[in-house]
């Protein structure tokens, strides 16, 4: 017992931790740059081929990771074509891989919540003379609150992730080791201690995230 608290206090345990927020806080904040105002358009807009990108927002929902980190691997590595960058196997290609996989999350969620809205208050806000792009921001100051659990959503898939950031993060001690992956090592060596610290994080994290989505979904039916 003396050694899983140990364990906790150690430089190494902090790093990991900090690393995976600061990772995964960026990717969740590259997703809701891309997905809210992506979702959003597709709910107000119609245009050919509209149901289609839908469709294929949806089923990408199920992305798998690891073929995800394959492909940015073919991307990012020096024979692929944005291998220039230099970013395989740092902290960016691992930002880059959770975003990928957030943004589809967060663009569905948005979807959904900005199409039922605007099939409430469209024709108001037509009335008014808002066009459907210039109605979309004031769609967002209505749905912020389930808005903000899409953003919970991306973040939670985010810090959760292990497949892809493994490919592309290479899972470097001190430099792209995450809770995630250094879990699945640590309990390979037997290092349970720092497994089960790293385990309870996490756990804690996908709670409040949990609890956080449920309150303001609660909150947003009243």
Known sequence: MSEFWTTLGSDEFRRIVALSLGVSLSATVLAIAVG?????????????????LVVMANALLGLPPVVVGLALYL????SGPLGVLGMLFTPGAMVLAQAVLATPIVAAL?????????EEYGGALQVDGASPLRAIPELIVMGRTRLLTAGLAGFGRAISEVGAILVVGGNIAGYTRT??????????????????GLGFVLIGIS?????TAFALGSGGKK
């Open 179 to 196: 809770m995630t992956t250094a879990i699945a090592l640590e309990t390979s060596k037997g290092n349970l201690s720092l497994a089960l």
């Open 36 to 52: 809210l105002p992506l979702g959003a358009w597709l709910a107000v807009c119609s245009f050919p081929g509209r149901r289609a």
């Open 75 to 78: 991307l990012l590595s020096h």
């Open 207 to 211: 709670i409040a995230i949990s609890a």
């Open 110 to 118: 948005v979807h959904r919540t900005t199409a039922d809205l605007w």
